[in-house]
């Protein structure tokens, strides 16, 4: 689901219910950096490594995720994307921000990416 995100691109998304339990920062401009962001976001708030997480292109398709990134980075737009994964929300803006929701803080966020064994 995308949205428009309001007012100054460089502010920092906020949780629908909340703080967000953790951040992240990338290059809007490299349509890798919003995955990599995601995964280690997801691994600070579940403490454990990057590797131990079941793939996140179960829940998104991170390649597509990035290219809509840049493109609406280079047309000047502005976009959020939403998806949940280990039971909170994941929110990826084109200003470059990653916010990881506590509780399924964008909705419906009660399954998705797990930490595996």
Known sequence: ??????GDPNRSLE??????????????A??????ATIVDALSAVLNVPATE????YDRVDLESLGR???HART???RTTVEFPAV????????AGI???CGDGGIGRASEGVEAGD
């Open 87 to 94: 039971g909170h929300g994941v929110r990826v803006s084109s």
């Open 15 to 28: 949780c629908d219910r909340g703080r967000p339990i953790a951040r992240g920062r990338f290059d809007p």
């Open 30 to 35: 490299d349509p890798e950096e919003p995955a």
């Open 98 to 100: 990653v916010v990881v």
């Open 75 to 77: 047309r000047g737009a």
């Open 1 to 6: 689901m995308t949205n428009p995100v309001d």
């Open 68 to 70: 809509l990134i840049e």
């Open 53 to 56: 997480l079941t793939p996140l």
